[in-house]
């Protein structure tokens, strides 16, 4: 079957839900809104024309700063990468979450898989996943401050960790150093960035 046999599959399947479908680069997005992720999911994972019965990833997306910084959408999102191993497909499910408080619910029930990677998404960007049955942090320490994925993150962090002698345990501290970039910012005198006319 080809890709675009598969756009129209999608779109007929899953007809009335909602959904926008995206062909790029030899693969297909399929946008959702969020209350109908759990639907559309389902039948995405039952439907035996379509048969997505493996969860190979899932991310939360912070599009804050995407492209050119004229993103006017939602901030959050979150990328859902499917297999159907009996019909030999892959596709992409995204939804967009609430800029302020981004909840989504979790599809554990659809695919089991999903636990760690809803867990990695929380710890990440702070997207909460209602339904988890043990969303906590997984990548960074219990006490840790924020969400390191987000764009607003500073690149220091928030607080830096240290041994207290006294206390006879590790504390958290404000960051003591100054926020800096190190990205070098070089210009140069030369021609190599004038642009060349045609003929010369």
């Known amino acids: 079957m080809s890709i675009q046999v598969l756009v129209k599959q999608i779109e007929q399947r899953l ?3 909602g959904i926008n479908t995206e062909l790029a680069l030899g693969e297909v997005t399929i946008q959702v809104p969020r209350d109908k992720l759990i639907d559309v999911c389902t039948r995405l994972r039952d439907d035996t024309e379509l048969g997505f019965e493996q969860l190979i990833d899932l991310c939360g997306v912070d599009y804050s700063e995407y492209g050119d910084g004229t993103w006017q959408g939602d901030r959050f999102a979150v990328v859902y990468h499917l297999l159907s191993i009996s019909n030999n497909h892959r596709i992409r499910v995204r939804t967009f979450l609430d800029d302020e408080f981004p909840l989504l619910t979790s599809v554990i029930d659809v695919w089991a898989a999903a ?5 990695e998404a929380f710890d990440l960007y702070g997207i909460i996943f209602e339904g988890h049955p043990d969303l906590r942090r997984i990548l960074t320490d219990y006490g840790f401050v924020g969400h390191p994925f987000r764009k607003d993150f500073p690149l220091s962090g928030n607080v830096e960790m240290r041994y207290d002698e006294e206390k006879k345990r590790v504390i958290y501290e404000p960051v003591s150093i100054e926020p800096r970039i190190n990205v070098p910012r070089i210009i140069r005198d030369d021609h190599r960035y004038e642009k060349v006319e ?3």
């Open 198 to 200: 045609s003929g010369e």
């Open 15 to 17: 007809s009335g839900m």
């Open 115 to 119: 636990n760690w990677f809803e867990r």
